[in-house]
């Protein structure tokens, strides 16, 4: 795996994509790939206008594609200027989720750079927006970016399960982030667990089986670390006991990170493009960015 060469970051010029923006524009100048800026003026919204104002909804057309045009430009100012980065202007009308997608296919987007959250606010708490419609429609690697960029990531939480998925995950964070400090995390509870407390079995007997999980669960992470190819003493290996979702989220707060990289979904998955539990949770309820992993 090689770092991007082509990013595609997808705008809907709202105070949230700023940020998306911004990264974009900060991972162009530091891995050196070709960034275009894309905006969708949907298409449904324009026909609106035609049903409306018929002829008349020309120049209001006009005036939508002219404005968005100039903020395009405003981006590419504000954030490539002081980096030495100029971005390809990507501007059409269309259904907004396939243009996104047509446009990353012709230029073989390496990397799609999103913002977490656009104009809806009707789904605080689910993250129904187009990031998570575009990871289940793709498997290019995608950014959700939550916090406005102030500099290159400094500590990433990579999350494995050693699912496929896992190993990809891994190096896609070594090559986004070359600079920064890798928190290897696995999450685990006992296999049947719950069925075992529930039968009664002693706490003492449990525990050793915990601690019989947690040693092989590390001597995994040593290989998956090797497998990848990181240098030594980069990468911190963790293994919590508890549930992944919630493990996750207290490890990126308890070692200040400011990307999480996920695999799209674990194991035991039949569907490539279904977006797992624990990936849309940490996706709706991360305060940081959170890299999802292609395949591969």
Known sequence: ????????????????????????????AE???????????????LDTLLKLFGAESVPVEKLLMDEAREALAKLETEFGEPRGVT???????????????????AMDARLLVVGARGESTLRPLLLGS?????????LRPILVVKQAPRAAYKRVLVPVDFSPWSLSALKLAGLLAPQAELV????????FESRLQYAGVEEATLTHY??????????????LVKNAGLPA?????????????????????????????????GQGVMEELLLG????????????????????
Do not use: W
């Open 233 to 265: 003493g980069t990468t911190h290996l963790s293994v919590q006991h508890g549930d992944a979702s919630s493990v996750i989220l207290s490890q990126a707060q308890e070692h200040d990170c400011d990307l999480i990289v996920m695999g799209k979904h």
């Open 184 to 191: 290897l995390l696995h999450a685990f509870e006992a296999p």
């Open 210 to 223: 915990r601690m019989v999980a947690r040693q092989e669960a590390l001597l995994q992470l040593q290989t």
């Open 130 to 138: 187009t990031a998570e419609r575009l990871l289940r429609r793709t």
């Open 277 to 296: 539990s624990v990936t849309e949770y940490i996706l709706a309820q991360s305060a940081c960015d959170v890299l999802v992993a292609g395949n591969g």
């Open 31 to 45: 891995t050196g790939a070709a960034l275009t800026l894309t905006h969708v003026v949907s298409q449904g919204a």
């Open 1 to 28: 795996m090689k770092p991007p060469t082509s990013i595609l970051a997808a705008t809907d010029l709202s105070a949230s994509s700023r940020h998306a923006a911004a990264r974009a524009f900060l991972l162009a």
């Open 87 to 105: 971005a390809a202007i990507h501007l059409q009308a269309g259904v907004v989720l396939s243009a996104i997608l047509e446009q990353a296919d």
